[in-house]
Nanobody, 121 residues
Framework: QVQLVESGGGLVQAGGSLRLSCAASGFHFSVVAMGWYRQAPGKQRELVAAITSGGRPSYPDSMKGRFTISRDNAKKLVYLQMNNLKPEDTAVYSC???????????????WGQGTQVTVSS
């Protein structure tokens, strides 16, 4: 059974940083792509970052520059480092797992419950 458990969210002032973690279990972690999504109230879920099984990251153009995704296959963890946070980054951030078709081409099928990130102005 796939389990993805996020942690590290919280309240931070604009300009601050947070690092989110996602602990994975129930599947062969080292061969799947991982990603981070976010969903703000009243908005659609959007991809923040993805990383291949081999560790190659990719980001939508709108997310480049302030977010960094990484993974530790030995520990079955994926991270999202978020810098220079803005109020518009406020959302529930969820990690995802899926089939690895190469950088930027993962097919995500499983999501965690998410962790709340709130950025105050």
């Amino acid at each position: 059974q796939v389990q993805l458990v996020e942690s590290g969210g919280g309240l931070v002032q604009a300009g601050g940083s947070l690092r989110l973690s996602c602990a994975a279990s129930g599947f062969h972690f080292s061969v799947v792509a991982m990603g981070w999504y976010r969903q703000a109230p009243g908005k659609q879920r959007e991809l923040v970052a993805a990383i291949t099984s081999g560790g190659r990251p990719s980001y939508p153009d709108s997310m480049k520059g302030r977010f960094t995704i990484s993974r530790d296959n030995a520990k079955k963890l994926v991270y999202l480092q978020m810098n220079n946070l803005k109020p518009e980054d406020t959302a529930v951030y969820s990690c995802a797992a899926g089939t690895d078709y190469g950088p930027g081409r993962a097919d995500f099928r499983s999501w965690g419950q998410g962790t709340q990130v709130t950025v105050s102005s």
